[in-house]
């Protein structure tokens, strides 16, 4: 059991590092162009050496001594052959270089195969591109499981293909060979800390900038429902008021008209039931209806919310308005034709609005509500002659939220007192030609 457990571990363990090899660990680098500059260059200058190192030696022999008194002589490629093969060989190892950059795993590779083609007679040839082809591909290789494989594979194909009388790396670079590897992983692995860094910090940020936009979308809806609920609210409560404080004053002179006004005060009442549920539903239906029973009928469990206020309520509107005592004049000009609900819904509440403060502010005046259907736009204007002052000033919260409220539909909103006495809102809002 042990046994199967821990041969079992070796290959999931395996099977993890064949798939991690083929995962970049980050991004994979874009040089920039002077980056590309650089390398280009260095990569001719290289070739342009290494090529006139190949020719100015074809045909040479090199003397070593293997033994204290025993020297062989080793000749190197000569001939048209011998030339094109190092001057090939030269050739491919550096111009690789030049993408080190964005490829350094295939560099490593392709600089590590014409290494090992070298004649070792000649291996100064690539031995220079062999070296800067694993440091790039320790330094930019954004696949690290598969660098931290081909590198020491690399470095042990290239040490040990010589011999004891033709060593592919001379005697004097063997500190070299040991210590540029050491700096190379030295320099990846800081190299590979900083990019870890930088990618941990920009998550930080994306996941603050998240958050952040989860809070300015809460306070949106937060201010939207504030909004809807103000202009519900004031509007019905405003004239349930009115309607109660008249029916109280003529209770006992006139009983039939306090019940007509108690009557309007009831009509109001629902009103404002109706608009609060159509709110709250809208707040509450997903919940509920994750809640429900899946064999219970929908209707049975989610009340369906009535729709919401629109233009062609205007005369209801108006006519709750004239039952607390002030005169309103209702007119329509254009031709009337559907709109978006929410635009509706935006000129709908601006009437309510001017309504409601004039009820408020302006008891004894005259009201005229002015909607005209133009063929790029909608107007509502809703005009007040000017009475006594009733309640005390507003917090002008309720035109803020109109402004608000039409600003997403890119209307807008004027409001100021007339020059004749009174005060005027007018609402503008563009519309789609018919």
């Not at 690539?126 to 954004?142: K, L, R």
């Not at 809703?382 to 402004?403: E, F, N, Y």
Request: glycine share 10%.
């Amino acid at each position: 059991m042990d046994a199967r457990t821990t041969s079992e571990r070796l290959r999931e363990a395996a099977r993890r590092t064949v798939r991690d090899a083929r995962l970049p660990s980050g991004p994979a680098l874009r040089p920039t162009r002077r980056a590309w500059q650089f390398d280009a260059l260095v990569a001719l200058v290289l070739g342009i050496a290494t090529v006139y190192y190949g020719i100015d030696n074809a045909g040479n022999v090199v003397v070593r001594e293997i033994a204290p008194g025993v020297e062989i002589v080793i000749p190197r490629p000569a001939g048209p052959g011998g030339l094109a093969l190092m001057v090939t060989l030269a050739a491919v190892a550096s111009g690789a270089l030049a993408l080190r950059r964005r490829y350094p795993l295939a560099v490593l590779c392709i600089v590590t195969a014409a290494t090992l083609a070298t004649p070792q007679s000649v291996m100064r040839l690539t031995f220079y591109a062999f070296i800067i082809a694993v440091y790039s591909a320790a330094v930019y290789s954004p696949y690290r499981v598969a660098a931290l494989v081909a590198l020491p594979v690399s470095v042990v194909l290239v040490g040990t293909s010589g011999n004891a009388a033709t060593p592919i790396v001379p005697n004097e670079y063997i500190v070299l060979l040991i210590l540029v590897p050491m700096a190379v992983a030295a320099v990846g692995l800081r190299t590979w800390k900083l990019r870890t860094d930088e990618g941990s910090a920009r998550l930080s940020l994306l996941e603050r900038e998240q958050a952040e936009a989860l809070r300015r979308a809460v306070e949106h809806e937060r201010a939207r429902i504030a909004r809807e609920l103000h202009d519900v609210v004031t509007h019905n409560v405003s004239v349930m008021i009115i309607q109660a404080g008249a029916a109280r004053k003529i209770m006992k002179i006139s009983p039939e008209e306090a019940g007509e006004a108690l009557l309007a005060v009831e009509a109001g009442g629902r009103s404002a039931m109706a608009e609060l549920r159509h709110v709250m539903g809208l707040l509450t239906m997903a919940d509920e209806g994750e809640g429900r029973d899946e064999g219970a009928d929908l209707t049975d469990t989610v009340a369906v919310p009535a729709p919401q206020p629109g233009l062609d309520q205007l005369e209801a509107l108006v006519g709750r308005v004239r039952h607390t005592g002030l005169p309103v004049g209702l007119t329509v000009t254009g031709s009337p034709r559907p709109l978006p609900p929410g635009v509706e819904l935006a000129a709908y509440r601006v009437v309510q609005e001017a309504l409601t403060n004039t009820v408020k502010h302006a008891s004894g005046s005259a009201a005229a509500v002015t909607v005209e259907y133009g063929q790029e736009r909608l107007r509502v204007e809703v005009t007040d002659t000017g009475g006594h002052p009733g309640a005390g000033p507003g917090s002008g919260r309720g035109l803020i939220g109109l402004r608000e409220r039409l600003a997403v539909y890119d209307g807008i909103l004027t409001t100021g007192r007339r020059l004749t006495g009174g005060y005027r809102v007018e609402a503008l809002i563009p519309l789609e030609a018919p």
